[in-house]
């Protein structure tokens, strides 16, 4: 417990700038209105694209022997790669739901 806190000590900038981005990204999704929700989804699936990329870059600099940051780097790229790919198909889904029916 004391390393916690110690660390948190140590980086209270870092602890506010988290707690500030919680607080913005509440209130910016909060007002976002439906009519935007689809283009902000196809951004929110590039961004994790990009951690994707960085998931793989990670586990390509890890040492051999380093088993945690191979094994975090493997759940960051199938988890990242579920994402993307249920983030595209809600887009899509909901992409059909404007189209004329016939």
């Known amino acids: 417990m ?3 806190l110690d660390f948190l000590q ?3 900038e870092m602890v506010y700038v988290v707690i500030l981005s919680i ?3 509440i209130e910016v999704i909060g007002r976002v209105p439906s009519v935007l929700h689809t283009p902000l989804m196809s951004g929110a699936n590039a961004i994790h694209g990009v951690v ?4 793989i870059i990670v586990m390509g600099k ?3 022997d380093n088993y945690l940051a191979l094994v975090l780097g493997f759940l960051a790229v199938i988890l990242g790669t579920l994402n993307v790919v249920g983030g595209f198909v809600v887009t899509d889904r909901m992409l059909e739901m ?3 029916k016939k």
Do not use: C, D, N, S
């Open 2 to 4: 004391t390393a916690v």
């Open 10 to 12: 140590l980086h209270i």
């Open 23 to 25: 607080f913005l990204g």
């Open 52 to 55: 994707i990329i960085g998931a």
């Open 62 to 64: 890890a040492e051999p």
């Open 98 to 100: 404007f189209k004329k």
